[in-house]
């Protein structure tokens, strides 16, 4: 079976689902210890989770880009994901699901949460005729982030790293074993809609 150009796959429990963001230590690291995200993290710039693990590897550089040195994996309520996707406007016009260029600029401008498909990634990082969400978050639902959404903060970077050098020495399976099992987020049918997500039937299973 063929995957869905636009599908939300992501590690996610009936409560929570798994995102990812990298930082330098000097964010990454009181983040954890706070189990939160605490200065110097600034809330005036609009930060970004990403559900696809391998996306976030091939954004960090798998943790080797400068000021990308540490991955998170924060456990935000899907109550919450959910509450900014029903917000969210899609970073470009698409006439599919806006009258005009005019009208999508508005809502751009108003809605505090923005979203784009980008390829999945191979755990080789290439490309897949495929593509993977990323969720831009401002204003609002910033605080609601960091104040009401995330469960949990972990530092997986140790992680990150090990699968980097076993795929340096070409171990691709013992590589693909520590990837997190990512499964179909089953958003509902108002939701998908509004961020222009491939309508599956498949639920995907909670990990």
Avoid: N
């Avoid at 390829?119 to 609002?140: F, K, N």
């Avoid at 104040?147 to 050098?165: E, L, Y």
């Amino acid at each position: 079976m063929s995957v869905p150009t636009r599908q939300i796959r992501a590690r996610f429990s009936a409560d929570t689902i798994t995102v990812y963001q990298a930082y330098p230590p000097e964010i990454a690291l009181p983040a954890v210890t706070a189990g939160r995200f605490v200065a110097p993290f600034k809330r005036d710039r609009m930060t970004w989770i990403k559900p696809s693990f391998l996306w976030m590897m091939y954004r960090c550089g798998w943790a080797t880009k400068p000021g990308q040195e540490r991955v998170l994996a924060v456990d935000i309520t899907r109550e919450g994901f959910e509450w900014a996707l029903e917000r969210a406007c899609l970073s470009h016009f698409d006439r599919r699901l806006h009258a005009d260029s005019a009208t999508w600029s508005r809502q751009l401008k108003a809605s505090p949460v923005r979203v784009q498909w980008d390829p999945e990634r191979t755990l080789r990082l290439s490309a897949l005729p495929y593509r993977s969400l990323q969720v831009g978050l401002s204003g609002e639902a910033v605080d609601r982030y960091v104040d009401d959404w995330i469960v949990g903060i972990t530092d997986i970077t140790p992680t990150v790293h090990r699968i980097r050098d076993l795929l340096v020495v070409d171990d691709e399976p013992a590589a693909a074993a520590l990837l997190p099992v990512e499964g179909v987020y089953p958003l509902p049918a108002g939701i998908g809609a509004r961020v222009d997500a491939s309508q599956d039937a498949a639920a995907g299973a909670e990990t």
